[in-house]
């Protein structure tokens, strides 16, 4: 963890002089983990996953209804991909040893990832933000040309919005994600060996017991369909079209908007990705309380934040995709502090 402290320290060393001392203190007091907040929240994650594929089950032959299914399969495994994100901070559990092994178990692995891989380029990611060389982030948004979004809304959602719903982007994805989980560099052996076994004894024991095509309709279908657009929409938001900021404030936004289209596109406060950069080490669930302290800030509320992914409601606050386009400029989310 110490990597990761200083990793934290280097992302806003040049941030935290310019806030308030008070708002800083109670921000601290927010960072305490804890050995039993996440285990509800894994726990609810994987009752929705059970209670889709029951759902399915009991209208079995209904396409509408595993249609819905999947989607909310596929929510789940972006709220695995965010309670990764968590353990790659230290943040899902207090204890180091939970932290890793029951991410490992619950979040990570099922969804082919390394803890190790997606920590080293996370940290990377936050090291090096905006970075076109050094960040791992800003080098796949090259890959798509979110990098430099097109400022024409039409053009935009036909090539960022439109385009991933044809699942072209996916191949690129799932390589990115795949290779690292079959090998990936500064990684321990033991942990390559238990996570290519934890997949090999599911996939066994779904053929010894006959339900490899239900591996496949409800874990495999969604994660290659569903995942990936969700994955797509959420990492664009993060940062597209501010990577020219010049400090945390200017490279990052917030999202807000309809509550219930937020736990879908961002499970587990994902939405709140600026205070996440800002402060690294708080927890998720204590995201919306860091938000009320941040907003005594005006540097903070001058920062950008959206209201709806593709339409605001708001005059002057930016929708994301209205934000992207035009480059993070003329949101005035001030407006809405007492609403927020």
Same mark, same amino acid.
């Given at each position: 963890m110490a990597t990761s402290k200083k990793v934290i320290v280097e992302s806003v060393k040049n941030e935290i002089p310019r806030l308030n001392k008070e708002t800083i203190q109670s921000l601290s007091a927010l960072r305490k983990t804890s050995n039993y907040r996440n285990v509800v929240y894994l726990l609810f994650d994987w009752s929705l996953i059970i209670g889709g594929i029951c759902l399915s089950k009991i209208f079995a032959n209904n396409i509408i209804v595993y249609l819905i299914s999947i989607f909310i399969i596929g929510s789940r495994q972006r709220a695995f991909d965010n309670l990764t994100h968590e353990a790659s901070h230290g943040n899902l559990f207090k204890n180091k040893t939970l932290n890793?092994?029951?991410?490992?178990?619950?979040?990570?692995?099922?969804?082919? &990832?390394?803890? &190790?891989?997606?920590?080293?380029?996370?940290? /990377?990611?936050?090291?090096?933000?905006?970075?076109?060389?050094? /960040?791992?982030? &800003?080098?796949? *948004?090259? %890959?798509?040309? $979110?990098?430099k979004p097109p400022k024409n809304k039409i053009i935009f959602i036909l090539l960022h919005v439109i385009r991933p719903l044809t699942l072209l982007h996916v191949p690129r994805y799932i390589y990115g994600t795949i290779s690292s989980f079959l090998y990936s560099k500064n990684t321990p052996i033991s942990e390559q060996v238990f996570r290519i076994g934890y997949w090999i004894l599911i996939i066994t024991l779904s053929i010894n017991f006959g339900v490899w095509k239900d591996l496949v309709l409800f874990w495999i279908v969604p994660y290659i369909t569903v995942l990936q657009v969700i994955r797509y929409y959420a990492e664009m938001s993060?940062?597209?079209?501010?990577?020219?900021?010049?400090?945390?404030? =200017?490279? &990052?936004?917030?999202?807000?908007?309809?509550? $219930? @289209? %937020? =736990?879908? +596109?961002?499970p587990h406060h994902d939405h709140y990705?600026?205070?996440?950069?800002? @402060?690294?080490?708080?927890?998720? *669930?204590? %995201?919306? =309380?860091?938000? =009320?302290? $941040? +907003?005594?800030?005006?540097? *903070?509320?001058?920062?950008?934040?959206?209201f709806g992914y593709f339409y605001s409601p708001y005059k002057g606050v930016n929708s994301v995709i209205d934000d992207i386009c035009k480059?993070?400029?003329?949101?005035? @989310? @001030?407006?809405?502090?007492?609403?927020i």
């Open positions: 890793n092994i029951l991410s490992s178990l619950l979040s990570t692995f099922p969804i082919f &990832t390394s803890l &190790t891989a997606y920590r080293n380029s996370h940290l /990377d990611h936050h090291r090096y933000l905006s970075d076109r060389e050094k /960040d791992p982030d &800003t080098k796949r *948004y090259k %890959l798509f040309g $979110l990098d993060e940062h597209a079209g501010l990577i020219q900021g010049d400090n945390q404030f =200017k490279k &990052t936004r917030n999202v807000f908007g309809n509550k $219930l @289209f %937020l =736990k879908f +596109m961002y990705h600026l205070i996440h950069h800002l @402060f690294p080490n708080i927890p998720h *669930y204590n %995201l919306p =309380k860091a938000h =009320k302290i $941040l +907003m005594r800030e005006s540097l *903070y509320c001058e920062a950008t934040h959206c480059h993070g400029k003329k949101s005035h @989310f @001030f407006a809405l502090k007492g609403e």
